[in-house]
């Protein structure tokens, strides 16, 4: 899988996971914290939230069952997110990157896809928000594997 829109980082400099979808409450809340809970630095974000509000309560139940907790999670907006050196932004869907390659402030910044790290690989994690308990359980656990995948991939993201 290879896009125009992603840009590659140099793994040995990426120092955090920064995590985006739509309105951080599902996917991107999600994807934060399992990566801390794998002892990642890591962010997120929503290219459309409302900042402060919180996961989506159907995330909150997925999340518990796969063992992580999004009850203290508050929504970031991407006016939100203040850019690091060493920050890889890692997007949910193809037109996020899109998004991204058109933002003058993030243009220049590392970016992928998290679906790249799932297995099969799919570009395109489909956003679980108001779809049944069941798609939002097989997404939310796709993503912890892909981030389970990146513990190993961007070794310079782990928590001292």
Known sequence: MRLAEERRPDPARVRRLVFLCQGNICRSAFAEAAARSAGLRAASFGLSAASGRGAHGPAIAAAAALGHDLSAH??????????EEGDLLLAMEVR????????????????????????????????????????????LARIEKAVGALVNTFPGARLS
């Open 74 to 83: 508050r929504a970031a907006d991407i006016r939100d997110y203040v850019p």
């Open 96 to 139: 996020q990157l899109h998004r991204l390659a058109a933002d003058p402030r993030l243009r220049d910044r590392p970016r992928l896809l998290l679906g790249r790290w799932t297995r099969p690989a799919l570009p395109h994690l489909h956003d679980p928000y108001g779809l049944d308990d069941r798609y939002m359980t097989q997404c």
